[in-house]
């Protein structure tokens, strides 16, 4: 007689977090969304402790589709899952943050207030990663240091006899490491320690699969979503030579101690504009070369002309159009040899900055060992809402083709937890955001230029005022720069905006808010301006639209 044998069915049970629900119905209506479904066991919905646990048959269901099932409700959501063991090998958490920069702080506080288990991974910079450290705050404090020693030796005003200052350029250097350590500490450390359901490893990540993490080639960690938040450094340019001197990028330059007498700064962007002329004020020769016809190569030439002009005006020396060659090293002077115009040029200095544009650190992540699609440029590849051709892996920051901005990171890190964990399925718009470099006069602007509205087919039209017709500009003997609004004449929005100014970035919100939010450029005209501030060439370029300004007299409305 033969002994019946039972099939004994292997299961798994996952216990998820879940928002949304407000009443006891609520965890009845969860149930519902998963019952019936092929391969589910059992399934049990707590709405006092906000979880619902699963059993499941493996070989029919899978976790992502009882997560799809109750996401799919509209209502309610999977915010994570939750692990009864997570000190085993590899422990789990509800989202696993990649870097330590502005977008995974943002990432990780409203990740914080969704009630997460989350993990941040770091490394190469530290905490804070590239604006506390080598970027905004360090740059903009020596700007200023340089500035102040610039104003102490010049006036526009004939009675006023400057006398010039002393400089202690290691001095500088040591309050700049004071500030940024002190502003690491207070705006990232402090804020990491007040996070209760977030724990920080320092150590590189790499995917082993498309849930799990490898630190530092030991310990593996396991992640229902991912952020990768990794940034971007230097790019340096395929240059003959090059890979053989000791050259600078911003992180080094700002920590060198010794003053360079001279310096060759290889990029005309952002970054490149603003240490030349600052190095220049600190009373460096600076000579800044450039590939393209101009600096600041993505601006119209007049923005480029008028920032170009007062560099120069305070002795940095720019040449354009170039052709990098070749670049050597010998004693104690670098050379970098171009061509311009079928003509060769060398030119030598002791130390050379590299700022030639970003890359994206994306290149040791393993991403593809889990097939994360990369653009051409190395950036993770990422749609509206900051998600991966990985459902459950998005990106923000510097590592996506995004605007590259320390506010925009913040802004994506935010976003992406919120679409990942609630479903908000929010896009990510960066209309009539403001930029600016930081030099002096600033450069700054919100929108369109002519030249992109343009190559979009959108009618446009142009106003510009010159500081010599600005009112406080002219009591302030300083008429250096200008102010630029491009508005479709069919509907009288304002497309965009460019100005050059000391101080002009200070105009950038009130032009930002009137893209926005759809304000007619005829409401800029006619709204009140304060008489002497800054903010009146943008009242006198929207009137110039419609008149002569230079034929107004200086409180006409």
Aim: overall charge neutral.
């Amino acid at each position: 007689m033969k002994k019946s044998r039972e099939k004994i069915m292997k299961t798994e049970t996952v216990k998820f977090q879940i928002s949304g629900m407000t009443c006891d119905n609520c965890a009845r209506t969860v149930e519902k969304s998963v019952r019936g479904k092929e391969g589910l066991v059992e399934g049990k919905v707590s709405y006092k402790d906000k979880t619902g646990e699963f059993t499941f048959d493996p070989g029919k269901m899978t976790k992502e589709k009882i997560i799809a099932a109750i996401n799919a409700t509209g209502h309610y959501k999977v915010a994570g899952e939750i692990t009864d063991n997570p000190e085993g090998d590899s422990k789990q958490y509800d989202l696993i943050i990649i870097g330590g920069g502005s977008a995974a702080f943002a990432a990780a506080i409203r990740a914080e207030e969704l009630g997460l288990s989350t993990l941040m991974v770091n490394d190469m910079l530290p905490v804070g990663g590239t604006c506390v450290n080598v970027g905004c705050v360090p740059s903009k404090n020596l700007i200023r240091a340089a500035e102040s020693l610039h104003k102490a030796a010049i006036s526009p005003f004939r009675g006023v006899h400057p006398r010039g200052a002393d400089l202690d350029y290691k001095e500088i250097i040591s309050q700049k490491r004071e500030l940024v350590g002190t502003l690491r500490q207070k705006k990232y450390k402090d804020i990491l320690e007040g996070l209760e359901n977030v724990t920080f490893v320092r150590g590189f990540a790499e995917f082993t699969d498309e849930h799990t993490i490898i630190t530092d080639g030991s310990q593996t960690y396991k992640g229902l979503k991912f952020l990768i938040a990794t940034g971007a450094s230097t790019q340096i340019p395929p240059v003959s030579g090059l890979e053989r001197i000791r050259y600078l990028t911003n992180r080094s330059l700002f920590e060198l101690e010794i003053q360079p007498e001279s310096l060759i700064v290889l990029g005309g962007g952002y970054i490149a504009l603003e240490i030349a002329q600052a190095w220049q004020r600190l009373g460096t020769k600076v000579t800044l070369l450039q590939r393209s016809a101009h600096v600041l190569s993505r601006q119209t030439a007049d923005v480029a002309e008028e920032i170009t002009k007062h560099l120069r005006d305070e002795g940095v020396e720019i040449h354009t159009a170039l052709e990098f060659r070749q670049v050597t090293e010998k004693g104690n002077k670098k050379a970098v040899t171009v061509v311009r115009n079928g003509k060769t040029l060398t030119f030598e200095a002791e130390q050379l900055l590299v700022s030639t544009g970003i890359r994206p650190n994306t290149d040791r992540l393993g991403t593809e060992r889990i097939g994360l699609e990369l653009t051409g440029t190395g950036h993770i590849r990422v749609n509206k809402h900051l998600e991966t051709n990985i459902s459950h892996i998005f990106a923000a920051g510097d590592c996506i083709d995004t605007p590259a901005y320390v506010y925009t990171a913040a802004y994506e890190g935010k976003l992406a937890v919120e679409n990942a964990f609630t479903g908000a399925g929010r896009e990510a718009g960066y209309t009539g955001m403001p930029w600016v470099v930081f030099t002096d006069p600033e450069v700054a602007g919100v929108g369109m230029d002519e030249k992109e509205a343009e190559s979009k087919g959108i009618p446009y039209e142009v106003s510009r005022v010159d500081l010599s017709d600005v009112p406080r500009s002219l009591a302030a003997l300083d008429t250096r720069g200008f102010v630029k609004l491009i508005r479709n004449p069919e509907n009288d929005l304002l497309l965009g905006a460019r100005i050059v100014a000391p101080g002009g970035s200070e105009l950038t919100m009130e032009l930002s808010l009137a893209i926005k939010y759809g304000i007619p450029v005829s409401e800029l005209a006619a709204s009140f301006h304060a008489y002497l501030t800054l903010s009146e060439a943008v009242k006198l370029a929207a009137i110039g639209f419609g008149r002569d300004v230079k034929t107004l007299s200086c409180c006409a409305v």
